[in-house]
């Protein structure tokens, strides 16, 4: 059987955090790779026919992190504290995750793309956690990447919980904005110890699965972050091409 072609989306422009997403694009693609996919970057600039001419040759889709999304899409006021907005690429994104998931094609968000997961099937976002949340625990430990910093309680009867082995896990966390309203369909299957929304799942398609944290940079020494790069690309590869 062939190997599965996983779609990695990208940004239309470089920002200044652009050395940090260039070191989490290598990770995903290595991840991917290490997983048993052939990770293909999709360059989101492209007209929407040529957008769909390359996604239909995609056997999954990974949604890597990134910078916020333009609040008007979810219906929602700008604050002041969003920023690094990519229309482009929130564009091409939501374009991509409603064909996949019309499509039944497998789905992994990551961070911005377990954000993007909701904003494109009707969810809303929580634009500043340490704002409007204001807990005690710390989302946004930027360096070094791979810093544990708190701890995840996942539904025990979640697809997540199967392939992490545990209700229970500790991740690393980079991020100021997240899950508000869950999307009709989409299920919350982990929270942070504030009540965050920390992973997301469609419990009816294939593989539909967005986590908050970066497991990128934690699967080299972690088996259950590589279970999860495993268990995507697997569910990938049943519709790739022999």
């Known amino acids: ?30 991840a991917v790779e290490e997983a048993g996919g052939l990770p293909v970057l999709i360059p989101i600039s492209v007209q929407d026919e040529a957008l769909r001419e390359i996604y239909e040759r995609l056997d999954g889709i990974l949604l890597p992190g990134g910078g916020d999304v333009r609040p008007n899409i979810y219906g929602a006021d700008m604050n002041p504290l969003t920023d690094n907005i990519d229309d482009v690429r929130d564009h091409a994104e939501i374009k991509i995750t409603r064909w996949a998931v019309d499509d039944d094609l497998p789905v992994l968000g990551i961070c911005r793309g377990h954000q993007v997961v909701n904003v494109a099937l009707g969810g809303t976002l929580i634009q500043d956690v340490p704002s409007e949340v204001g807990s ?7 360096f070094p ?62 593989f539909v699965l967005s986590v908050q944290w970066h497991p990128e940079d934690l699967y080299r020494d972690d088996p259950a972050m590589k279970r999860l790069f495993k268990s995507f690309v697997e569910a990938a590869a049943g519709g790739a091409s022999a």
């Open 1 to 30: 059987m062939a190997k599965p072609l996983i779609g990695v989306t990208t940004a239309s422009f470089t920002s200044d955090a652009g050395w940090e997403y260039n070191r989490a694009y290598v990770a995903i693609i290595q």
């Open 145 to 206: 990447r791979d810093t544990r910093a708190h701890e995840v309680n996942i539904d025990p009867g979640s697809r997540l919980a199967s392939i992490i082995g545990s209700t229970t896990v500790k991740v690393n966390s980079l991020h100021h904005q997240s899950v508000e309203v869950a999307a009709p369909d989409v299920c919350v299957t982990a929270y942070s110890p504030d009540g965050v929304v920390e992973a997301l799942e469609m419990p009816d398609k294939k």
């Open 136 to 142: 005690g625990v710390d989302h946004n430990v930027t």
